[in-house]
């Protein structure tokens, strides 16, 4: 999934938020293409949300 659609799929939480979770270890796994552009697995999206969920409950 590219940013964008992540950030869709967060209900728009915005592209610094993202990236401020990026910088604190925080965020769903990112793989660095080699232009540079950043990709999540959908499945590691999933297992993030499940995890997020949990540590809340």
Do not use: H, I, K
């Not at 950030?7 to 938020?17: D, E, G, P, W, Y």
């Not at 990026?22 to 080699?34: H, K, N």
């Not at 590691?44 to 949300?49: A, I, K, N, S, T």
């Amino acid at each position: 999934m590219t940013v964008p659609e992540v950030l869709a799929a967060l209900n728009n939480v915005s592209r610094r938020t993202f990236y401020r979770w990026r910088e604190l270890g925080v965020a769903p796994e990112c793989v660095r293409l080699p232009n540079g552009e950043l990709r999540v697995w959908r499945s590691d999206l999933r297992v993030w949300l499940e995890r997020q969920r949990e540590a809340a409950a």
